[in-house]
């Protein structure tokens, strides 16, 4: 076996005799919406079960899963050399793997006879992800993922020949073709099931039946039904370098992602990476397999030389198949471990710790056997919701103070209220990137607090909404200077920190994070504003170049905080013969003037109000900043989204769509970037960034010139140093300004903060016992289930030992709280329901419920902001409560809305950045 | 079908016309209201003259302008509707006549049954994947840049590739005006000109072509591009004024326009002082061979695309009238070499070739 590794574990087999609950999937408590995340995935860079395989075995070895490779193919010699190395083989979840390619030929375009022309037109990679169990099967073809991307706007572009995106012939995909050849999708069968009885899914197109079973005109493509361009993580055509070398991430699937494919499912834990090398040879011997024609007309013939690689990869009437190579991948198994009749704690808090719950949580159910349910929220807004007994563990990055809060009644109760807290994680805010270009991906970005002040105030011509009805009209509300660049390596900044990216003239698309705000997104914020240079541009000086801040980011009354004003018709309003502009700015909620830098904000504004186009022609309506550049509702997902290059800005203008009015005529995406061209920038955490395999920018420390750091784990460790005391003894966090030498001034400790008032005892020592193993076996870094993931660094031993005595104290509180009156801990309903009777906690909680939610009609008169901070106010405002008269408006409005993001799901993350707009942190 | 003296008279109206203003036309080259034919076509203007063309000579076509102001009767008793304007917008208007759903309206009306063709000067889009239409090619267009002919704007460029984008300094190439990094050029006297490079409407065939060829899309495409508030009409020259203006021309447009006088219907000509680019050192017209005086498309211009007439796939088996003017080599349109030529086009070996491209409903 032409197969180099290191070690190789047999798959796991089913482990345990748990049953699958959705631990991390509690019912919609988030403001940011909830992350199902797969426990146990794991980075990108090469790790132990790295493997190596050849496309020719190497001497004196057989290729096992490869096909045999015939000295007659007529890509033999194009492909004798051809090697490929997945950096990741084992413990694979939902995440990115790094494939490299060597041995290969550029990869090069071409035009076709209808005038197209193609830029991936001969030698390529394609790659999927297939599950069936024997790679030498005469059907595992219809066991891989594919024809995904038959469809609108499938980010493809005129990259690859279309008929690359089908699992048939274009002829053959056609309802009305008779004797046409079909290559259906083979769903993987339900956990430990046979394929026997397994429908397949056609990979044609059907004519929709009617009511009578009769088919109509109307055309289908079942396979949409299991994967479409949103989903897929099929690869049309990864490029080569010229030098034969190329390098893509494939992003693998498990079976909460894909069920279809059902990897890491019990007992279906090994599936499979299908790569098939496309050279120069067309592989067809009729328009089955696709219908290319040469300039004069006539059919490609088998072997053709200099051919664009038209057909499907998986189709076997071409001969593509064949030379595939496949991969082995061994996922973690999915799901949870957790038992079903576990106690159940909520924990909520920052997006932070999303990656390292996902490996923790596992483990604390087998040994705590407690469900510690985690729903990502604001940590502004998880601190409320610790003070207002919502819940009874909030993890979050600041100091749950009287500074932190924004309504007297918080403030009256944080009083009353015992909390305890300990630090858990050490994790980082990154900006990171994917900049592809012909040549490649550009590995190193240099940014400066002051460039991504520039980047954030939308101060570029790039990040304001434009299209190319009248451009410079778009642009001219930016100052003179900044209309000069028109690419991000124009700026003169941009090219002294990045010599190295003198030419790539692609502008980048924006992923940010939101609208909800986290303190991740203050640590990035405290950086910039640090950063005296940074600072006095946002406050509306010019750098040398003359470029400054667009002025509806400036305070409102600022001189410069105004714009051109438009008539209707797209021309500029004038007055006796003078341009008349409109006033603008920040202003604060009672629309007192906002200096941008002395407000420490927890999310990315997005205040450009332009509209775009200025003249509707065939138009109907206009767009904005939100549609231009919309935000990614969590770092997870602006990971994601950066790795797939798809910004979903909605600028290119369909006549033919139907909006959701019905009117025809409406704004569509132009879909991902294409290969080659990309260009993107997302705020995220290192641990997201590093699962879907994104590089990440140096930052400049603050007021250096020289200082450029990575968030790696020696650059997060030297960020120690820059631990400052905060309001709160407890909590020490790192101030981006103090942090020197060669420390990462993003780097941002998570604590634990707990409740003990609002707490029984069942539930502090559940608490105490989660904080006890997630400081101590959960700082062991690595990838194993229970252990800290890649993107974090340990607790320092102060902070184990802080941890420690928190644990101990939390422990040993001496509860006050009537427990029946206590609402968060989720003395587990399931337990209830089971009959079962483990635990603790739930003899007393049973009967309490009811009384407790019995109760709740007399809500209304209960003072919420009265004296008795710990009763029963918040507890349950059940569907059927009649709406609360407010004692105080803010009480009202905090509690009512807060807990509607309890309940609601998303309504929290409607709330959360009205909430708190405006609120100061001086 | 057409009267002659009516065809005389229009063509002496265009000559005049021409001379005096760049307005346009009223459409004078649709079939004569209350006549019809058995295929009626809508669609594409950068085809509708040579279509035009074809059916004086092909008796079952009928094809209908796309601009031209006024709806259109297409079929006896049939609704009058707006014209859809374009290619994209012809292929969605046959969409909605084939009414697949029994619910599509053309602009808030039925048409079910009123087209039989959409001309389309690009290819099936990836956007609309299927299979019910059919884009049968029949001719070739190549399309260039056209400059103002008082500019001293180079008169050869090459097109470009992304492999260039980091070369420095920015390559003189279409791709690199139309991404804005190379923004001037140097004129006679030594002055630096600022390049306005210029795109047809949004929706339009030579827009979508024009980026595609570029290596460009609408996300990719410099800021310094503009189509003024949307306003600037394929294959008119006249919005090429500036010295610094550049704007993708089809060829056979341009020659279409500078045969206007010789056309047996009427095709407007409103080059204006637009001046068609090598690219690459090759030219975009050569002499026609063993003519004086003639000029035709040269057939190996580098920048090129087929063009379509695009019919519902089903009815190529079922209805002979359709498939004996469309499909194959030796079908009507096919057969018609020199009404190809004559308005600017270039004849294509896979003309009538009805199994390569395919495409959905747009509608």
């Given amino acids: 076996m032409a197969v180099k590794k290191t070690t190789r574990r047999a798959p796991r087999g089913l482990a345990l005799l748990m049953v699958r609950v959705g631990c991390l999937a509690v019912a919609g408590i988030s403001a940011v919406g909830l992350f199902v995340v797969v426990p146990g995935a794991t980075a990108t860079g090469a790790t132990s079960s790295a493997v190596t395989v050849g496309w020719v075995a190497a001497s004196g070895t057989t290729n096992s899963d490869q096909p045999v490779r015939d000295t007659g193919n007529a890509e033999y010699d194009g492909f004798k050399n051809l090697q490929v190395s997945v950096a990741q083989t084992e413990d694979i979840g939902d995440q990115a793997v790094r494939v490299s390619i060597t041995g290969f030929t550029g990869t090069r375009g071409a035009i076709d006879a209808g005038g197209t022309q193609y830029t991936d037109a001969m030698n390529f990679m394609q790659a999927m992800q297939c599950w069936g169990p024997d790679p030498s099967a005469a059907n595992f073809n219809q066991t891989c993922q594919w024809g995904g991307r038959f469809v609108d706007n499938n980010g493809l572009g005129n990259s690859v020949y279309p008929d690359n ?24 069968p339900a956990a430990g099931n046979s394929t026997v009885g397994i429908t397949s899914v056609t990979g044609r197109q059907a004519f929709k039946l009617d009511a009578g079973n009769k088919p109509t005109k109307t055309v289908t493509y079942p396979l949409l039904d299991y994967t479409n361009p949103a989903t897929t993580n099929e690869v049309q055509s990864a490029r080569i370098n010229r030098d034969g070398t190329g390098v893509f991430d494939f992003e693998t699937q498990s079976a909460e992602q894909a ?90 808090g920052s997006q932070l710790l999303i990656a390292a719950m996902a490996s923790w949580q596992p483990a604390l159910c087998s040994k705590l056997s407690t469900t510690y349910s985690f729903a990502a929220n604001p940590d502004s807004v998880a601190r409320l919701q610790l003070i207002e007994n919502q819940a009874g563990l909030a993890f979050g990055s600041f100091p749950v103070v009287a500074g932190e809060l924004d309504n007297d009644a918080d403030k009256a109760k944080l009083k009353t209220t015992t909390l305890s807290t300990a630090p858990v994680a050490i994790g980082s805010t990154v900006v990171a990137y994917v900049a592809e270009g012909s040549d490649g991906r550009l590995n190193s970005l240099n940014l400066s607090p002051r460039l991504m002040a520039k980047l954030l105030t939308q101060s570029y011509e790039f990040t304001v909404p434009w299209n190319s009805s009248e451009p410079q009209k778009n642009f001219a509300h930016l100052p003179t200077a900044n209309q000069k660049i028109l690419y991000f390596n124009q700026d003169p900044e941009f090219r002294e920190l990045n010599p190295n990216w003198a030419q790539f003239t692609t502008n980048p698309a924006l992923m940010l994070p939101g609208p909800a705000g986290a303190d991740a997104i203050r640590q990035l914020w405290r950086w910039i504003l640090a950063d005296s240079e940074a600072k006095t541009w946002i406050d509306g000086t010019p750098d ?148 879907y395999s994104l ?134 309903t399931s337990a209830t329901q089971s009959g079962a009777t483990t635990g603790y906690a739930q003899d007393d909680y049973s009967p309490a419920t009811s009384k407790v939610a019995g109760s709740s009609t007399a809500l209304p008169a209960v003072p919420s902001a009265g004296g008795a901070g710990n009763t029963a106010v918040i507890t349950a405002l059940t569907t ?12 009202f409005w905090g509690q009512s809305s807060l807990a509607l993001s309890l309940g609601g799901g998303l309504s929290g993350a409607i709330f959360a950045p009205l909430l708190f707009r405006g609120r100061r942190f001086s | 079908m057409l009267n002659k003296n009516k065809l005389r008279l229009s063509a002496v109206a265009a000559i005049v016309t021409a001379g005096v203003a760049f307005s346009a036309l009223p459409a004078m080259a649709d079939p004569t209201a209350g006549t019809f034919a058995a295929l009626s076509g809508v669609g594409s203007d950068t085809i509708q003259d040579v279509m035009n063309g074809m059916s004086t000579k092909v008796s079952a076509i009928a094809s209908y302008d796309a601009t031209g102001g006024g709806t259109i009767q297409t079929k006896a008793g049939g609704n009058a509707f707006n014209r859809p304007v374009g290619s994209g917008n012809g292929v969605a208007a046959l969409s909605d006549s084939i009414n697949s759903t029994g619910t599509k309206l053309w602009n808030s009306v039925d048409i079910t049954g009123q087209i039989d063709f959409a001309r389309s000067s690009s290819g099936p889009s990836s956007s609309f994947p299927g299979t019910v239409l059919t884009y049968i090619p029949f001719a070739q267009d190549a399309v260039t840049f056209a400059v103002n002919s008082g500019s001293d704007f180079p008169r050869d460029i090459p097109v470009g590739a992304a492999a260039q984008d980091s070369i420095t300094p920015a390559p003189f190439t279409l791709r690199n005006i139309y991404r804005c990094v190379a923004t001037t050029y140097t004129d006679n006297d030594s002055n630096s000109v600022t390049i306005r490079p210029l795109l047809p409407q949004t929706g339009s065939g030579t827009r979508k072509f024009w980026l595609t060829t570029l290596g460009l899309t609408e996300a990719t495409k410099g800021s310094c591009d503009t189509d003024l508030a949307n306003s600037v009409i394929e294959h008119d020259g006249t919005y090429v004024s500036g010295a610094g203006d550049i704007a993708p021309f089809s060829i056979a447009q341009y020659l279409a326009q500078g045969n206007h006088v010789a056309l047996p219907t009427t095709v407007v000509e409103r080059r204006g002082q637009a001046q068609l680019g090598f690219i690459s050192g090759i030219k975009p017209i050569i002499p026609t061979p063993g003519t004086t005086g003639g000029t035709e498309m040269n ?26 003017t469309f499909s194959g080599p030796t079908s009507s349109v096919c057969t018609n070499v020199n009404t190809i030529k004559q308005y600017g086009f270039a004849p294509i070996a896979n003309c009538g070739n009805t199994t390569i491209y395919k495409s959905g409903y747009t509608a």
């Avoid at chain 1, 290319?292 to 198949?321: E, H, K, M």
């Fill in chain 1, 695 to 828: 590089n990440t920018a140096a930052l400049r420390l603050d007021n250096s010139t020289t200082s450029f750091v990575k968030a790696d784990t020696a650059g997060m460790t030297a960020a120690l140093s820059g631990l400052t005391a905060t309001a709160d003894p407890a909590v020490k966090q790192i101030d981006p300004a103090q942090v020197t030498g060669s420390g990462y001034p993003l780097t941002t400790v998570v604590y634990a903060t707990v409740n003990l008032s609002a707490s029984d005892k069942p539930a502090l020592a559940d608490y105490a016992a989660f904080i006890k193993q997630i400081t101590v076996s959960g700082q062991v870094a690595g990838t194993a289930v229970g252990q800290l993931p890649i993107g974090y660094i340990p607790l320092t031993s102060a902070m184990a030992t802080q941890a420690a005595s928190a644990a101990a104290a939390i422990s040993a509180y001496q509860p006050t709280v009537d427990p029946a009156a206590q609402q968060p801990s989720e003395a587990t």
């Fill in chain 1, 544 to 691: 040398k170049a003359g470029i400054s801040v667009n002025p509806f980011y400036l305070p409102a009354g600022n001189i410069n905080a105004q714009v051109p004003e438009f008539l209707p018709s797209g021309d500029y309003k004038m007055v006796d013969g003078k341009q008349v502009y409109r006033q603008v700015g920040l202003k604060h909620i009672d629309g007192t003037p906002e200096k941008l830098s002395e407000t420490l904000l927890d999310t990315f504004p997005k205040a450009d109000e332009s509209l775009v186009p200025l003249t509707l022609n065939v138009e109907k309506y206009r767009f904005g900043t939100l549609q231009y550049g919309p935000y990614s509702d969590s770092f997870n997902n602006a990971a994601r989204s950066a790795f797939r290059a798809d910004p979903n800005s909605k600028t290119v203008w369909d006549p033919a769509k139907v909006n959701a009015a019905g009117d025809v005529g409406d704004w569509v995406s132009s879909g991902a970037q294409s290969p080659g061209q990309k260009f993107v920038i997302a705020v995220t955490d290192a641990a997201s960034a590093s699962r």
């Fill in chain 1, 880 to 891: 059927d409560t009649p709406k609360p008269t407010p004692a105080a408006p803010d009480a």
């Fill in chain 1, 165 to 188: 995106t089908l699992r048939v012939a274009l002829r053959d995909v056609a309802p009305e073709t008779k004797n046409a050849v079909d290559v259906p999708f083979l769903p993987a």
């Fill in chain 2, 299 to 324: 057939p190996n211009f580098p920048v090129f695309r087929n063009v379509y007439n695009v019919v519902e796939t089903a009815r190529l088996t079922s209805d002979a009238t359709l498939q004996a």
């Fill in chain 1, 259 to 348: 069920p279809q494919l059902g990897c890491g499912s019990a007992g279906h834990l090994r599936c499979w990476l299908v790569l098939v090398p496309r050279g120069t040879k067309y592989g067809g011997h009729d328009d089955s397999c696709s219908g290319l024609v040469d300039n004069n007309g006539v059919a490609y013939t088998f072997g053709r030389a200099q051919s664009i690689q038209g057909g499907s990869p998986i189709n076997p009437a071409c001969s593509y198949w064949n030379n595939r190579m496949t991969i082995p991948l061994d996922f973690t198994p999915v799901g949870s471990t957790c038992a079903p009749d576990n106690t159940q704690r909520r924990v909520i």
